[in-house]
């Protein structure tokens, strides 16, 4: 083999590993977003039902903690910190700054005897350059989820 050809030969697999890399990585952000999908929709799951299992006194003030900047991460001066706590428990170790939580009904005594939803919505940054030029800048999974209340 000759040099010159050697040399083509390196730069011609330095080129086919950069893309493999970025590939690979890509797919492993893939894989991420789909766990974080079966965690937002495992926490909708279980919020619904303690929401609609939760006793239909207000605790704490008449905000609900959904609806405060901040609310899910110390829920306990709001109304309703019971959900917020079930969500924050569910979703592991999501950044709780993109996450969004909404309950309807939204007070707690609407709930008795209905079905009540719970939406739980997670907006993430999309961080592999190949994932952003195809899907956007971020990446965003909502679950809805219902149970009834008794």
Known sequence: MRRAAAGQVAVEMALVLGVVL????SFGQL???GLTAV???HAAQV????????DATPLGG???CWAVTGGPQDPG???DAEICRTVVANVGNLDLNGLTISVSPERAADRAHHTVQVTVTY????TSPL?????GATYTTTAEASSWSN
Do not use: D, H, M, Q
């Open 62 to 64: 008449e905000t609900p």
């Open 131 to 135: 994932l952003r030029w195809l899907l």
């Open 22 to 25: 970025a590939i690979g990585l």
């Open 77 to 79: 001066a709001y109304r």
């Open 123 to 126: 907006e993430a940054p999309i």
């Open 47 to 54: 919020a619904a039902f303690t929401a609609a299992s939760t």
């Open 31 to 33: 894989a991420g977003f």
């Open 39 to 41: 965690k937002v929709n």
